[in-house]
């Protein structure tokens, strides 16, 4: 069997079958995790990064890549419409955000979900099969023209998917690890079990020599280290300025913010979500990229947050306005760990018989998702455990009016209530 690169190993053609297949399925069953970054709590900070880019009045064009279950653009308009005042209003009726995923399969489930469709009628959200690494710009579903330029792009647990290349840089030189091909195996199952290091020329490494650049800055200031470099995802980045020179790409993902991963001895394992393959990513390497492609990064420093953002801008200086936007909601911002937290906490209370404790962290779980219905119904069914039957009839009839699709029988749990009540 021939050693490949391990960007050109088939099992990442594998991962990107297995995405075109899987569909909505994916994301439901806590199969690829999405709870956070889908969530209300998400919406808010897009929203509140958005406002410092839209301009003053005329329509307002956003484009979301890898989409995965819409759930995300339907946030950012109910953030908009009832978090963010009369601006925020305003600012989601001029908006369009047009959602774009590689899976074919995946966008036509997204569509039929009552909360996307809704949208989509009235004209707030519009679609496109896109794959980020082609270099074509995304063609909208609706009548197949490009789609309108974006003030921003929101890829979120996208970087991570994309085929890297990993390279390490040690005393003794460069090197960038092969692979043995396997075309028979599992998506990505035992695949760095057959890993070798080959001696690496930086040079002809890629068709762009820029990346060799990103790569050589981002690691020669370390003793040694290894680089998970999505290298098709730095050329996107790329790609993007083409098309929307003046357009904010705000990167949210898995992965360091510091050099930790880079500097750890062990060889960095792909993570398998399902029939996919993922990898965190090195955020230093944005830094570097800014430097050598132009504009700035703004970027999260906390190790410890379970979603690390970069906001790339193509100017050089952040003004004051989205720099103030990003340190408020985004950087000292907790509330998608709060959610990753509460929903934790909550279930292992659950585990534990502490019912009054699992429904106070549920209650906060819904302020940072309140149209989350599993947490609407979850407070219901553990107050009228409690007895507080009137309090469960409070919640359940607070999720019937939420409820706008239609997700849950509520008026069989109101009864449900009632009868024990008696
Ligand atoms: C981990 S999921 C994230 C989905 C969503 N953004 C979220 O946060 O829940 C990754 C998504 O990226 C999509 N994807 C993978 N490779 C892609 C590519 N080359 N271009 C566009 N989308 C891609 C997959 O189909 C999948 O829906």
């Keep these: 069997m021939p050693l490949v690169p391990y960007d050109q190993a088939s099992a990442w053609q594998r991962t990107t079958e297995w995405w075109q297949q899987a569909g909505l399925g994916a994301f439901e069953g806590g199969g690829v995790p999405n709870l956070i970054t889908n969530s209300r709590a998400a919406g808010r900070a897009a929203a509140a990064l958005l406002a410092t880019r839209a301009p003053a009045d005329g329509p307002v064009v956003v484009w979301e890549a890898g989409s995965g279950n819409g759930r995300w653009a339907d946030q950012v308009f109910a953030a908009l419409e009832q978090d963010a ?33 809704r949208r989509i009628a009235a004209g707030q959200l519009d679609i496109a099969v896109w794959d980020i690494t082609s270099g074509q710009l995304p063609h909208l579903v609706s009548d197949g023209s490009d789609a309108p330029t974006p003030v921003a792009v929101f890829a979120t647990y996208v970087a991570c998917c994309i085929p890297p290349k990993q390279i390490r840089h040690t005393s003794a030189g ?11 195996g599992e998506p990505g199952r035992g695949f760095l079990g057959t890993a070798q290091w080959e001696d690496a020329d930086l040079d002809t490494l890629f068709d762009d020599g820029r990346h060799a650049l990103v790569v050589k800055r981002t690691l020669e200031r370390l003793n040694s280290g290894t680089l998970v470099y999505p290298w098709r995802f730095a050329a996107f980045m790329d790609h993007l300025r083409g098309y929307a020179p003046e357009a904010m790409l705000v990167v949210n993902d898995v992965g360091a913010c510091d050099e930790h991963l880079m500097l750890s001895s062990k060889d960095r394992m ?112 553990l107050c009228m455990a409690q007895g507080h039957m009137d309090r469960a009839i409070v919640w359940m009839q607070r999720g019937k009016a939420r409820d706008a699709h239609g997700e849950v029988d509520w008026d069989a749990h109101i009864a449900e209530v009632k009868r024990r009540q008696l």
């Design 174 to 184: 460069w090197f960038q690890l092969h692979t043995l091909e396997d075309e028979a």
């Design 270 to 381: 792909p993570q398998h979500y399902e029939g996919s393959m993922a990898h965190s990513v090195d955020f230093p390497w944005f830094d570097e990229w800014a430097q050598v492609f132009g504009g700035s990064v703004l970027r999260t420093g906390n190790p410890l947050r379970q979603v690390q953002t970069a906001v790339v801008l193509p100017e050089h200086h952040p003004d004051a306005n989205i720099s103030a936007a990003f340190t408020r909601y985004v950087a000292s911002d907790t509330s998608l760990d709060d959610l990753a937290d509460f929903t934790e906490a909550a279930y292992a209370a659950l585990q534990g018989r502490e019912i009054r404790t699992a429904t106070r962290f549920y209650e906060r779980c819904h302020q940072l998702d309140p149209d989350n219905t599993e947490f609407v119904l979850n407070i219901g069914q």
């Design 85 to 117: 005042g009369d601006r925020g209003k305003a600012l989601a009726k001029r908006l369009t955000i047009v959602i774009t995923e590689l899976s074919e399969g995946t966008i036509r489930e997204t569509v039929g979900q009552p909360r996307i469709a």
